[in-house]
């Protein structure tokens, strides 16, 4: 059996991220559905256990005050990979230095990939079908006339879990708030 995966998410609970819920629908409809969110700690197995986790999540945000993220425009990561996702401009740098402080102690992990602040909008199965969702999803964001500011003050510890013999599905483990203490377990 594979070991769980974890990750430290974002979820965007606005209209910029209903917009990219709604868009990943009609680029990808078999994909099940997942909460728009950004990612602070990509997936990754515990160093340690779930308490553990929580306990370095709880002592390093609690330090951490909210911050702003505004979104940028619509890239791709094709060739490495056929994902479509919107950057984010200001706050990146925060991000990725709250990436850093993370990934330690129970939660460290070596990525495979650079960590790059990003929403993810879908990730395809091939390169083809990425590029025409990059044409589309690059075209319907232009148009957005929703606010691309987003309040990150409240993160998600979630943890992969198997459904229907795959896993794809991530259950919410803990709420952390920046600032603060854990909220709730």
Known sequence: ?????????????????????????????????????????????LQGSEDSAVQVLERI??????????????????????????????????MSELHSKLNTEALAFKEEWPYIPHLT???MSAEPPAQAAFQMARE????YSGSRRILLERLTFVREDIRDGALNCWVDLASVVLGRTLVSR
């Open 1 to 45: 059996m594979q070991k769980p995966r974890y990750a430290l998410v974002a979820y965007l609970k606005n209209p910029a991220g209903e917009f990219v819920e709604n868009l990943r629908r009609e680029l990808h409809p078999d994909l099940p559905h997942l909460a728009a969110h950004l990612t602070i700690l990509p997936p990754r197995p």
């Open 61 to 94: 945000c609690g330090n951490e005050e909210p911050f702003e993220v505004t979104l940028g425009d619509v890239e791709t990561f094709i060739p490495v990979t056929p994902t479509v996702y919107i950057r984010v401009d200001s706050g990146a740098a925060h």
């Open 121 to 123: 909008i879908v990730k």
């Open 140 to 143: 319907r964001w232009s148009h």
